[in-house]
Nanobody, 113 residues
Framework: QVQLVESGGGLVQPGGSLRLSCTASRNIFSGATMGWYRQAPGKQRELVAVITGGSTNYADSVKGRFTISRDNAKNAVYLQMNSLKPEDTAVYYC????????WGQGTQVTVSS
């Protein structure tokens, strides 16, 4: 069993930045997929960014603004979010897949003036 704990969410003005962190409770497989999904009120959960080894994939809506990275030694994945927009407001969930899908509890990101 792997537990994922997110941090770094909060309230930010449009154009601002936030960095989300997610740490796993045990050693993660370096070749496994980790990433971030988000869910806005009344909408389905959607992929934001994932990383498998050194390969990354982003939703079109965040390309050029968000950067995903991981530190296997710290069992962690990060999401640097720049040029935030109100439509980025959502609960952001950390994701880890290795034979089974694990989810974090979510962290709220609110972009508002």
């Amino acid at each position: 069993q792997v537990q994922l704990v997110e941090s770094g969410g909060g309230l930010v003005q449009p154009g601002g930045s936030l960095r989300l962190s997610c740490t796993a409770s045990r050693n993660i497989f370096s070749g496994a997929t980790m990433g971030w999904y988000r869910q806005a009120p009344g909408k389905q959960r959607e992929l934001v960014a994932v990383i498998t080894g050194g390969s990354t994939n982003y939703a079109d809506s965040v390309k050029g603004r968000f950067t995903i990275s991981r530190d296997n030694a710290k069992n962690a994945v990060y999401l640097q979010m720049n040029s935030l927009k109100p439509e980025d407001t959502a609960v952001y969930y950390c994701y880890y897949f290795h034979a089974y899908v694990y989810w974090g509890q979510g962290t709220q990101v609110t972009v508002s003036s």
